[in-house]
């Protein structure tokens, strides 16, 4: 069965920055997409970045673009987000999710991607 956790949340100051991890397990044959998306509670659920597995191209939202910076080590299966010059909107929990084609009903269509495959989610807090 398919796993995806996350690490990496936690308290930051504005302007300050953290790294978020992905680990996933479990898996046989590839996901199509990696990516990462954010919940805060009265809002919808918001995508952050993606990470095509064909050719390693990358996709923003427009509220992140220039600060984070995801990647992937393939030899680990982990996907990273690189958060930097945070501010507090983007406090919330974030969400590692993969494009694995199931049939399961909570996915997620951004980018040309349906990720449907989701880990638990860290917090993260930009707060001074």
């Known amino acids: 069965q398919v796993q995806l956790v996350e690490s990496g949340g936690g308290l930051a100051q504005p302007g300050g920055s953290l790294r978020l991890s992905c680990a996933v397990s479990?898996?046989?044959?590839?996901?199509?997409?990696i990516g990462w998306f954010r919940r805060v509670p009265g809002k919808d659920r918001e995508a952050i970045s993606c990470i095509a597995t064909s050719d390693d191209r990358t996709y923003y939202g427009d509220s992140v673009k220039g600060r984070f910076t995801i990647s992937k080590d393939n030899d680990k299966n982990t996907v990273y987000l690189q958060m930097n010059n945070l501010k507090p909107e983007d406090s919330g929990v974030y969400y590692c999710a993969a494009d694995f084609r199931t049939s399961s009903r909570d996915y997620y269509l951004w980018k040309g991607y349906k990720f449907d495959s989701w880990g638990q989610g860290t917090q993260v807090t930009v707060s001074s």
């Open positions: 479990g898996f046989t044959g590839h996901y199509y997409a």
